[in-house]
């Protein structure tokens, strides 16, 4: 008769623990950046659901403000405008727009996000206008993340100003101007006439989908590493069975 003994091996069982704890580790944090998406756009959904309000001198960066829309009057100031490099609208590549307003009754500056521009195939920097002189702003708050790997150089504040940038860095930014620029941004909204470009701002909820479709695999993944470990350690052996008559 053939019978079935579970005899598993040490360095199997911890080589498969090591790699399930990876896989739950990697579903677990696809999962939450799932869950972070999804109360992200609740916010957006919220505050585009409002008036949008005064932007307040003391904002900070808290779910009470987050996304929030926000109205102020101010003026551009493009001497330290930054473009923001490899920014993908309709498989074109081109630039974000990002230019520092002086905020009436405020002495500190906010930047701007007046959306995309398609870039040059020479790799040029694009030609736009800046209006001048005092406009109404509206447009959504968003605070950069503080920490984002880059391979620029950094660079010397003594140098000459360099608008191509490849990501927003708000320290970086304001230990560079000589002015003091508020910790967060403002997204112009679609509709405003303040010398805004193409805003069609990426919404969180497109890649929900995408997150949670990864969490699951990973867990798929330590799932089928259970499986494979129970099944590879199941041993057959063959034992007679005399009867005795």
């Not at 990002?98 to 405020?106: A, L, M, Q």
């Not at 398609?118 to 920097?125: D, F, H, P, V, Y």
């Amino acid at each position: 008769m053939k019978r079935y003994q579970f005899k598993p091996k040490l360095l199997m069982t911890v080589a498969t623990l090591l790699v399930m704890a990876v896989c739950i580790r990697l579903g677990f944090w696809q999962y939450g950046k799932a869950q972070a998406r999804i109360v992200a756009q609740q916010q957006i959904d919220q505050g585009l659901a409002q008036m949008p309000v005064p932007l307040s001198t003391d904002i900070e960066d808290n779910d009470q403000w987050r996304y929030k829309r926000v109205t102020f009057k101010g003026v551009y100031m493009p001497e330290y405008e930054i473009l923001l490099d490899n920014r993908v609208h309709n498989t074109k590549a081109g630039y974000q727009i990002v230019t520092p307003v002086k905020v009436v009754g405020d002495d500190q500056y906010v930047l701007i996000n007046r959306g995309w521009v398609e870039g040059k195939l020479n790799r040029e920097l694009p030609v736009y206008e800046t209006p001048t002189g005092e406009h109404t702003f509206v447009g959504d708050l968003f605070f950069p993340i503080d920490k984002v790997f880059s391979l620029e150089a950094k660079h010397d504040g003594n140098a000459r100003w360099l608008p191509l940038w490849q990501h927003i860095d708000m320290p970086r930014y304001q230990s560079q101007v000589p002015f003091d620029v508020k910790a967060y941004m403002v997204r112009l909204a679609p509709d405003s006439q303040a010398g805004g470009f193409v805003r069609e701002w990426p919404a969180p909820k497109n890649r929900i989908s995408l997150h949670l479709g990864y969490a699951y695999q990973w867990f798929g993944f330590a799932f089928t590493m259970f499986v494979i470990y129970i099944v590879l350690n199941f041993k057959k052996f063959k034992k007679e069975i005399e009867d005795n008559e």
